[in-house]
């Protein structure tokens, strides 16, 4: 069983910067691929980003690609999105999510992931 708590939303300006964390409990976090999402009001979760265990892969989505960074301290069973040139676009409750399969064969769909943590807010002021 894998218990994941994020932490580090708020509120920011547009052009700030925010860094996501993601703390799983479980020593086989350090092989699961883990994945953001976000959900803002009246929509579709939305995937955000991904981080195999081996290699690692990583995965943007398109509207995130070079503002947003994952990564990930195996040490730590953390996992970062560090968030750069914030939009109030951006403005959403943030997911992590943990996916038992360390390959991530569908890394943006929700139901790859098996594990979800309670969300985080982050809101971006115009």
């Known amino acids: 069983q894998v218990q994941l708590v994020e932490s580090g939303g708020g509120l920011v300006q547009t052009g700030g910067s925010l860094r996501l964390s993601c703390a799983a409990s479980g020593r086989a976090f350090r092989s699961y691929g883990m994945g953001w999402f976000r959900q803002a009001p009246g929509k579709e979760r939305e995937f955000v980003a991904a981080i195999t265990w081996s290699g690692p892969r990583i995965y943007y989505g398109d509207s995130v690609r070079s503002r947003f960074t994952i990564s990930r301290d195996s040490a730590k069973n953390t996992v970062y999105l560090q968030m750069n040139s914030l939009k109030p676009e951006d403005t959403a409750v943030y997911y992590c999510?943990?996916?038992?399969?360390?390959?991530?064969?569908?890394?943006?769909?929700?139901?790859?992931?098996?594990?979800w943590g309670q969300g985080t807010q982050v809101t971006v002021s115009s």
């Open positions: 999510a943990a996916d038992r399969g360390q390959y991530l064969a569908h890394y943006d769909r929700p139901g790859e992931y098996d594990y």
